[in-house]
């Protein structure tokens, strides 16, 4: 910050010069050279000059600060002079062209139309698996993969869908018929008596023939409930991460145009807006109302140029809880057979 001395200086150089010269960037460089001052210390006298007459420096200097002075000596400069707390927090200079933020009283909204679009929050590397899971149209995380009926599918069998099984057996005429895997002392014959011990009857589904399209059923459904579960907690995961960082949960809202109501997901980002709109300059040495038309460009620029963007799950690891698992596959058993 400048001393008081300078200051006084420089004002009176302005005041005497600026009506000979053409405009402020000759007024910036004949200081410069008359009181041999870096440009850092002579942009913020200029400015803080400018200020003191009640407006906002940008509006009256046509300067590319990065052409002049770096990033942290920009920043030190707009801090030094009060231009954030003035022209970045002021309501009456709010910035109101952004695409994707609106204000309502002293809050303020960002919208998307959908989680995928804040997939651009997170690192390179897990933007696509990010994107994928908070698709709604995309439920295939882990795809088509080995399954054992009688190490996988019988673990998520909850007795609900046991019984809709052994219902679906009996009902579908599998009663009466030979069956070839079980001992001589169960018989030659499938009966209901059979179905009742749950060991025989996962037996007899893994084993015998006439049970191989029930089987791959099973099958199917259980790989459908692994990725629905998986999917679903993963999404969770990188919601938490996301609500955390903009520290709102987010709603759904309408909008209407005519006679046509769009959804959009909104999120109060009052904690974080004016934060980030400084940390933008800071980091880019760019101001954001020029640069940048959405907030969402913000944050993600600002968290590139800080190496904080957020980081998705990782997945090579990861198994679903089984609890939701069997919740899926009882959904699916009873919906599909």
């Known amino acids: 910050m400048l001393n008081q001395r300078l200051q006084n200086a420089i004002n009176k150089i302005i005041e005497k ?10 007024v910036i460089d004949f200081i410069k050279e008359l009181l041999q001052l870096s440009y850092t210390e002579v942009i913020e006298g200029v400015f803080t000059y400018i200020m003191n007459q009640g407006e906002n420096p940008f509006d009256e200097v046509d300067i590319e600060m990065d052409y002049y002075v770096g990033n942290d000596d920009m920043f030190s400069i707009l801090t030094n002079i009060g231009w954030f707390d003035k022209y970045l927090t002021d309501n009456n200079a709010f910035y109101s062209d952004f695409g994707d933020i609106i204000k309502s ?9 959908e989680w995928k679009d804040l997939s651009n929050l997170f690192k390179s590397n897990d933007m696509s698996l990010v994107e994928d899971i908070l698709d709604p149209d995309w439920s295939e995380i882990f795809g088509d993969f ?7 599918v019988t673990e998520v069998l909850s007795d609900k869908a046991i019984n809709h099984i052994k219902e679906y057996i009996k009902e579908n005429d599998f009663i009466g018929k030979e069956i070839y895997t079980l001992d ?3 018989g030659d014959i499938l009966t209901e008596e059979l179905l009742e011990d749950e060991n025989t009857l996962f037996h007899l589904i893994d084993e015998e023939q006439m049970f191989n399209d029930l089987k791959i059923e099973l099958k199917n459904m259980y790989r459908w409930s692994y990725n629905s579960a998986s999917e679903g907690e993963l999404f969770n995961n990188i919601k938490e991460t996301i609500t955390s960082f903009l520290g709102s949960e987010g709603d759904w809202d309408e909008i209407k145009k005519g006679d046509k109501i769009n959804h959009i997901l909104k999120f109060d980002v009052t904690s974080i807006f004016y934060q980030y709109l400084k940390l933008y300059v800071e980091s880019t040495g760019k101001f954001p109302g020029d640069n940048a038309n959405y907030f969402l460009e913000v944050l993600d620029e600002v968290l590139i140029e800080q190496g904080d963007e957020l980081r998705g799950p990782n997945i090579d690891n990861f198994y679903p809880d089984s609890r939701r698992v069997k919740e899926d596959m009882t959904e699916n058993v009873i919906s599909n057979l």
């Open 105 to 113: 009283g002293d809050r303020i909204y960002m919208f998307c139309s």
């Open 146 to 152: 080995d399954i054992s009926f009688e190490d996988d």
């Open 184 to 186: 001589d002392e169960y």
């Open 17 to 26: 010069k600026y009506d000979d010269l053409e405009d402020y960037i000759e």
